[in-house]
């Protein structure tokens, strides 16, 4: 009888034992699970649907969890602190590497690098370890409505510099009453539309700069070399829209983004990236084009397209290893499947896998034409800001000031280049 009871209880056990082994919605939970913190509000909606569906077909539980726009440094910090921590999240430049490597899984010999067609826009810690790889290169610059331009009585070809932009743009605001539109969409500075102008403009000036002094890796100062283009292209901005002085200080990204789409500016400042939204809001391909931020540089008639990537998936090594593994089959499967594929191109145009997709996105042909007539490439020089949510926070005070109050253009130089010294320091104290 003893014997009949100790197998009966045995035989309870392995049951409850087999129980335990499911999780929520009968994913085994020997398969880990899958949560990434997303940095871009506007893929949001694309990365609820096709984590649903990964888990429809596999099985396996996949949180995305978007941060608010220009937070994402400030969330990632939080989450990475909590027990249920991120598995798969971005770190996109030198900074962040020295910030979360020592959360980074070394992603060499993974399946997913074996896809890779590059490693150009890969991140390595100091002692060779990959944290991140780069899954989409992106490319921004002025986006133009064709169609209003030539209402206007002009063509993109005639916008060759920062003179003939500035030739442009002038005759278009000056004429806005009439003509029904200004030159440029607002240039705000809320934190929704701000990093426009803190990173992506800002890269002038750095680019420039680095060009000229050899920079081959993050430098502990810069001099501030250039600023004078960025005034000339943030001037531009400020004074040809219909939203200047205190209103630019509030001016939303939504606001700007939707002067563009409703046929109120002709200017646009952006990337890429925006071109799904453009088009899905009624915008015809064959009217938009993107030429350079030209901004008065010596020769920059020449210049391409500002083309790069923040766009790097790390993996947290401190997850568990079954967690580590189903984060690794997702991106896998995100870049070899037909549907991984095709929402990576749709989202983020091109990147580099043997099989990804090829996107539909016309600022991508228009970034290749640049390249093959012989135009440089402006690389991301912006990707070695230090402490970067820091530093632009203190350009954008500095812009705001300059802006809405008349205030000195010194104090966006010292947000520059004593906010770059500072906070170097302080990151390598």
């Keep these: 009888m003893k014997r009949l009871i100790a197998i009966c209880l045995a035989l309870v056990l392995v049951f409850s034992l087999a129980a335990c082994t499911k999780g929520g919605g009968g994913t ?10 997303n940095f871009k509000p506007e893929a949001d909606e694309a990365w609820q649907a096709i984590a649903k569906s990964y888990t429809e077909q596999t099985g396996v539980q996949v949180k995305i969890v978007t941060a608010a726009s220009g937070e994402y440094d400030k969330t990632l910090a939080a989450e990475l602190d909590k027990d249920a921590a991120p598995t798969m999240f971005q770190v996109g430049n030198v900074g962040a590497v020295e910030t979360y490597g020592d959360y980074c899984y070394d992603l060499k010999g993974s399946k997913f690098e074996g896809e890779l067609t590059t490693d150009a826009y890969n991140l390595y ?10 899954y989409c290169y992106e490319c921004y610059g002025i986006i133009v409505n064709k169609a209003l331009l030539d209402t206007a009585g002009y ?27 200004d030159a440029f969409t607002s240039a705000g500075l809320d934190s929704s539309s701000s990093w426009r102008f803190s990173g992506h403009l800002a890269n002038m000036p750095l680019y420039y700069e680095f060009e000229k ?113 189903a984060t690794l089959d997702f991106m896998y499967w995100m870049v070899t499947s ?86 170097y320091a302080k990151d390598h104290a």
């Design 28 to 37: 085994d939970a020997k398969k880990g699970s899958v949560y990434f913190l």
């Design 125 to 134: 810690d100091a002692d060779g370890k990959l944290c991140s790889i780069g």
């Design 155 to 181: 063509k993109v070809e005639d916008i060759k510099d920062f003179a003939s932009l500035k030739k442009v743009a002038d005759d278009i605001h000056a004429r806005a009453a009439e003509l029904g539109f």
């Design 213 to 325: 002094d050899g920079v081959k890796a993050q430098p502990a100062e810069i001099k501030g070399t250039y600023l004078d283009l960025y005034k000339n292209i943030w001037d531009l901005y400020i004074t040809d829209s219909a939203t200047t002085g205190a209103a630019v200080v509030t001016a939303t990204g939504d606001e700007s983004e939707a002067e563009f789409y409703n046929g109120k500016a002709a200017f646009y400042q952006n990337g890429s990236w925006e071109f799904a939204s453009l088009t899905e809001k009624g915008m015809k391909a064959e009217d938009l084009a993107m030429i350079p931020i030209y901004c008065g540089a010596e020769g920059e008639e020449k210049a391409g397209l500002c083309c790069g990537t923040e766009n790097c998936w790390a993996v947290n090594a401190t997850a568990s290893k079954a967690d580590i593994e």
């Design 338 to 423: 037909e549907e991984g594929t095709k929402m990576m191109a749709e989202q983020f145009g091109p990147c580099p896998f043997k099989k990804a997709a090829t996107p539909e996105n016309v600022f991508f042909a228009q970034a290749n034409e640049y390249t093959a007539a012989g135009n440089y490439v402006v690389t991301w020089a912006f990707n070695w800001t230090p402490a970067v949510d820091d530093w632009r926070a203190g350009v954008v005070d500095a812009l705001a000031q300059y802006t809405a109050k008349g205030g000195s253009w010194d104090k966006v130089k010292e947000a520059f280049v004593d906010g770059w010294a500072t906070l």
